[in-house]
């Protein structure tokens, strides 16, 4: 199908014209043009303005409050662990803390994979593989090589690994209506499946992703430095179990069963039922980053529970862009978008996950 003029919400924001959410797009033809424009000097126009803003200037003293909080959520979760009254209930809570602790450390980790924090390469990169490879236990380079794969390819139907959910789940009908036995079933109820799964298995298939991507991609001094640092984290953390025993794996396994959750809820409705491309789709950079990506609503409480996240759109524009300035960037590009025409995906963050786990809904009933 062909792009068309973007119909506009009540509160101003674009919506693609129809199309069904998860819908491939094929490239518009000379007949058939786009009214928008989302050429590379239309990028580049908006490029200069967001350099002239200084929004691509680091913010250390954003970083280093926000990597504390970050840390002192994840301390506050073990404090509790020893300090609640004891029973399962208490622990729950504490664990809940500490998962939450560990998402908001991989968040930092992830802005450092993006050279958000600091100006030269490698030390972002130290920075990210103590978040990731050390404190959360999954391997920063085989996150990071992951997760710039994605913004590269982004929905691409092919190519963007967080498309495929290593195969289990789906977002594309035809795939969905083309599978047979226990993988046609669980994509069939994959909408009632996803948060299960995410909350039992992100973690462990991360961490055993990291481990692989160390042992067979990594070579030379990075990878036995990533080995050693993923050894170092599975000795922290599972070291207390010889005092504290089986209490404490049940505790940090429903850590990370919370962070896994937290962060696959954030993840979740930045693409998910949004246009997807067939591989070779001809798009421009502009086109494929704002059209494929969904913002949330901004707010304080949004940003912080995001890690600024929210503003998706804004962030697969200008990924090295300090988190803190994502709220003034979107001020700049929103408007910018509405005025060449490009549809721009705003919504709440309830609305955002009912369009999401539409999308799954869906396509699960294509097996039918």
């Known amino acids: 199908m062909t792009l068309s003029e973007p119909a506009i919400r009540p509160n101003g924001s674009a919506l693609l014209a129809p199309p069904p959410a998860g819908a491939p797009l094929a490239t518009p033809t000379a007949a058939a043009r786009p009214t928008y424009d989302a050429s590379p000097a239309a990028y580049r126009r908006l490029r200069r303005k967001i350099v002239e803003a ?23 979760g073990l404090g509790l662990l020893f300090t609640l009254p004891s029973g399962w209930v208490w622990t729950v809570l504490a ?15 992830h802005d450092c994979g993006h050279l958000q924090v600091f100006k030269k390469a490698d030390t972002n990169c130290l920075l990210g593989q103590l978040c990731f490879s050390l404190v959360v236990g999954v391997g920063f380079w085989s996150w990071k090589e992951r997760h710039n794969t ?5 929905n691409d139907e092919e190519e963007d690994p967080d498309l495929s959910f290593g195969g289990f789940f789906t977002l594309n009908e035809a795939d969905a209506a083309a599978r047979t036995g226990l993988s046609k079933l669980i994509v ?13 298995m992100l973690s462990v298939v991360m961490r055993g992703e990291g481990w692989r991507y160390a042992v067979q991609d990594l070579s030379g001094s990075r990878r036995v430095v990533e080995l050693v640092v993923l050894a170092l984290n599975a000795v922290i953390w599972l070291t207390p179990t010889i005092w504290l025993g089986w209490w404490w794996l049940g505790a940090f396994a429903v850590a990370n069963m919370i962070g896994g959750l937290y962060l696959g809820m954030t993840i979740a409705p930045n693409h998910k039922g949004m246009p997807t491309w067939a ?34 759109i804004e962030h697969h524009l200008f990924p090295n862009m300090p988190r803190a300035n994502l709220g003034k960037c ?39």
């Open 54 to 76: 200084g929004l691509l200037n680091r913010r250390y003293d954003y970083y280093l409050g926000r990597t504390l909080v970050s840390f002192a959520i994840l301390a506050a």
């Open 95 to 109: 664990a809940s803390v500490m998962g939450v602790g560990l998402a908001q450390v991989a968040m930092i980790g």
């Open 150 to 154: 994605h913004h590269v390819e982004t």
């Open 188 to 200: 069939r109820y994959q909408a009632w499946l996803f948060v299960p799964v995410v909350t039992t």
């Open 279 to 312: 591989h070779g789709t001809q798009l421009s950079f502009l086109e494929r980053q704002v059209i494929g990506s969904r913002n949330i609503l901004p707010g304080p409480i949004a940003e912080f529970a995001f890690g600024g996240l929210n503003y998706q």
């Open 330 to 368: 979107h001020d700049i590009v929103r408007p910018f978008c509405q005025q060449q025409g490009i549809p721009y995906e705003e919504v709440s963050v309830w609305e955002s996950y009912r369009q999401t786990f539409a999308a799954f809904d869906r396509c699960g009933r294509a097996t039918r």
